[in-house]
T-cell receptor
Framework: EAGVVQSPRYKIIEKKQPVAFWCNPISGHNTLYWYLQNLGQGPELLIRYENEEAVDDSQLPKDRFSAERLKGVDSTLKIQPAELGDSAVYLC????????????FGSGTRLTVV | SQQGEEDPQALSIQEGENATMNCSYKTSINNLQWYRQNSGRGLVHLILIRSNEREKHSGRLRVTLDTSKKSSSLLITASRAADTASYFCAMSSGTSYGKLTFGQGTILTVHP
C-alpha cells in the first residue's frame, strides 16, 4: 500500500503567485482532510471531504483558498494569491470514516512564500 | 474551540528511560488519539482511546484517559533513540466526529 501521496514535497513561490498542492489518498478511504501546520504547532483543519462533498470547510480562508476532490478520490488545494503568512506545511490525510479510527497522513508539502 | 494542551512542551531523556506526556482538553470527547511526527515528515497514528475506555496498550505504548479530569497521558516505556519525535494528542468532540483537533505537541528527545 502506497499510503497517502502528496506532491510537491517542497514549493517556493513569490507572494501574489498562485500555488497548488495535490493529494492522492489511500484507496477506499472515503474521507479526506487538508490540514495546515505552522512551525512548532499542531495541525489545523482546513477542509474535510466525505467522498466528493466538502462537509467542513469552516476554517478554509475562502477569499484565497480553494479545494476540490473530483470523483471522490484525488484532491487539489489551491492558494491564489499566496501571501507571506501562508508559509507552512500543508498536510493531507485520509481515513475510512470520520475520526472513528486513526488518520493516515501524507508527508506534506512545505510551502515557502518569499 | 476544543484544543488540547500538552505538557511538557519538551522532554529530554536517556535511552531506556520511560517518557510520559500529558494532554488536557476542555470539552467532552468521543475519542482521543495520539500521533507521532518525525522531523519533516507527516504524522503517524499511534493509538486511539474511546471516551468509555480508561487504558489501552500497544507494544511499548500505554495510554490512559481520565474523562473526569479531561486528561490523557501517553507513556513510552524503555525508550529508544528512534522514539525521538514530536507527539501530538488529538480530540474528536461532539457530533462532529470528523473534526479532529490537535494539541501543540510535546517534543521528545531520547539520547543514546
Amino acid at each position: 500500500e502506497a499510503g497517502v501521496v502528496q506532491s510537491p514535497r517542497y514549493k517556493i513561490i513569490e507572494k501574489k503567485q498562485p500555488v497548488a498542492f495535490w493529494c492522492n489518498p489511500i484507496s477506499g478511504h472515503n474521507t479526506l482532510y487538508w490540514y495546515l501546520q505552522n512551525l512548532g504547532q499542531g495541525p489545523e483543519l482546513l477542509i474535510r471531504y466525505e467522498n466528493e462533498e466538502a462537509v467542513d470547510d469552516s476554517q478554509l480562508p475562502k477569499d484565497r483558498f480553494s479545494a476540490e476532490r473530483l470523483k471522490g478520490v484525488d484532491s487539489t488545494l489551491k492558494i491564489q494569491p499566496a501571501e507571506l503568512g501562508d508559509s507552512a506545511v500543508y498536510l493531507c490525510a485520509s481515513s475510512l470514516g470520520p475520526a472513528r479510527e486513526g488518520y493516515t497522513f501524507g508527508s506534506g508539502t512545505r510551502l515557502t512564500v518569499v | 474551540s476544543q484544543q488540547g494542551e500538552e505538557d511538557p512542551q519538551a522532554l529530554s531523556i536517556q535511552e531506556g528511560e520511560n517518557a510520559t506526556m500529558n494532554c488536557s482538553y476542555k470539552t467532552s470527547i468521543n475519542n482521543l488519539q495520539w500521533y507521532r511526527q518525525n522531523s519533516g515528515r507527516g504524522l503517524v497514528h499511534l493509538i486511539l482511546i474511546r471516551s468509555n475506555e480508561r487504558e489501552k496498550h500497544s507494544g511499548r505504548l500505554r495510554v490512559t484517559l481520565d474523562t473526569s479530569k479531561k486528561s490523557s497521558s501517553l507513556l513510552i516505556t524503555a525508550s529508544r533513540a528512534a522514539d525521538t519525535a514530536s507527539y501530538f494528542c488529538a480530540m474528536s468532540s461532539g457530533t462532529s466526529y470528523g473534526k479532529l483537533t490537535f494539541g501543540q505537541g510535546t517534543i521528545l528527545t531520547v539520547h543514546p
